[in-house]
């Protein structure tokens, strides 16, 4: 065997073979022999023709495959001996094969990068202060009450500012003079600052109070998803029927038992915690894009394009899915994918990118994720999701997958934890 390898970059190497003496003769008569067996040719019972007719017919076939199959074992070889960690399928180049006495060929294969990192001890980092307010508090209560509340009147006078809810008739009529069906509501009930309508429409009923019509001028968004309403300026009549507010219960040791909290007090303390906790992990997440922001910015090296290929399908497929839920079409899709495709090539970079410097750094730290590692996560999951270790284990654990991914979520988070004693954090 013949070969030699050349480095085309960080990730890419070419393995040229050449094959002065190539003999296939024993492979393609053992071939043949084997397809007499399964043929069926006009004159003879099913594997009785002559071989020299099924060698006649099907040589050319039987030839390829064989030489397919040569190609395929030298590589592998090659592949094995060389010691090269391959990603996804080679590229072959430059087949030259010469009437079964000789052949040559090229074969390209991306190979997993070695990084090797710069020194980053002296790299600084803030770390955002984690702080839970009263108001931040108060807002938890809000969003377990609102199921709870009544919606009544507002008071006479009371003009509509955010957080309030306006029953208006409303109808749109565009730059031609036409009223569309589907621009028009009555009796309609809209939270003003809830985001409903389009930018603009809900701020320019701030201060209006009951009884009052208004014209609103907009031009819907470029991104609107219904196409003849994109760019298009538009008028919407709109009479204010009535102003109605959310009056949420007295939050008493009764309603805090029925949400599942033992009173008043514990409700207070455990929000706190929990809060404090996302917080924290906000904070932590941050941190850790700007160091993985500043890694790769000061350590150039290549990545397999396979790799950032693969990464790329999995966030369109994960996009895809959100989108679809949103009610987009399959032309709706493909439309948003061409307006982003750029976006999306830098984000599976940066984030094959990320995982190999992370990979570098826990096997220089020795860092592996553990079953008492899991049980931990487990528990602390379950303190922020309300649900039971018993609940979330049974969901990590019956799919394998699921459990990998978790595994290899607090080998990376150790990692970091790991690699915040060595940088410069404040």
Not at 102 to 111: L, Q, Y
Not at 288 to 304: A, R, T
Not at 336 to 364: C, H, M, P, R
């Amino acid at each position: 065997m013949t070969y030699k390898v050349e480095q085309v970059n960080d990730c890419t190497k070419k393995l040229s073979f050449t094959f002065d003496n190539l003999d296939l003769s024993e492979q393609i008569t053992v071939a043949l022999k084997e397809k007499q067996k399964s043929v069926s040719i006009k004159g003879f019972r099913k594997g009785k023709a002559p071989i020299a007719m099924v060698e006649k017919l099907y040589r050319p076939q039987v030839e390829g495959d064989a030489l397919n199959r040569f190609v395929q074992k030298e590589l592998f070889e090659a592949i094995n001996k060389e010691d090269l960690k391959v990603v996804g399928y080679p590229n072959f180049e430059n087949m030259d094969y010469k009437d079964g006495k000789s052949v040559s060929f090229d074969a390209v294969v991306e190979v997993f990068p070695t990084v090797e990192l710069k020194d980053y001890s002296k790299l600084s980092f803030t770390k955002d202060k984690v702080e839970v307010t009263d108001a931040d508090i108060e807002k938890v209560r809000t969003n377990y009450l609102a199921p709870k509340a009544e919606m009544v009147e507002a008071a006479e006078g009371t003009a509509l500012e955010n957080g309030l809810f306006a029953v208006m008739n409303f109808e749109g009529e565009k730059a031609d003079g036409e009223k569309p069906e589907n621009m028009k509501g009555e009796e309609y009930l809209l939270e003003i600052g809830s985001g409903q309508f389009i930018p603009g429409f809900e701020d320019q009923m701030i201060g209006m109070k009951a009884g009052e019509k208004k014209t609103i001028e907009l031009t819907f968004p470029t991104e609107y998803h219904v196409e003849e309403l994109k760019d298009a300026k538009v008028k919407f009549h709109v009479e204010l029927l009535e102003i109605k507010e959310r009056k949420l219960p007295e939050f008493t040791d009764e309603v805090a038992k029925e949400l599942g909290f033992e009173s008043v007090e514990d409700f207070q303390v455990k929000t706190r915690e929990n809060l404090t906790k996302q917080n924290e992990r906000q904070a932590a997440e941050k941190l850790n894009q700007e160091i993985l922001e500043k890694l790769i910015e000061e350590n150039s090296f290549d990545v397999p394009s396979t790799m950032v290929a693969q990464q790329k399908e999995h966030l369109k497929n994960d996009l895809a899915n959100n989108l679809k839920q949103q009610g987009f079409t399959e032309d709706m899709l493909g439309e948003y994918f061409e307006k982003w495709a750029g976006d999306l090539d830098e984000k599976a970079l940066f984030q094959v990118k990320s995982g190999l410097i992370l990979e570098n750094l826990a096997t220089k730290f020795e860092i592996e994720s553990t079953e008492a590692d899991f049980d931990a996560k487990i528990e602390e999951s379950a303190g922020l999701s309300g649900l039971t270790a018993d609940q979330v284990k049974e969901f990590y654990t019956r799919d394998e997958r699921m459990k990998a991914n978790l595994m290899y979520a607090i080998r990376e988070e150790k990692t970091f934890a790991k690699l915040h004693e060595e940088l410069n954090i404040k």
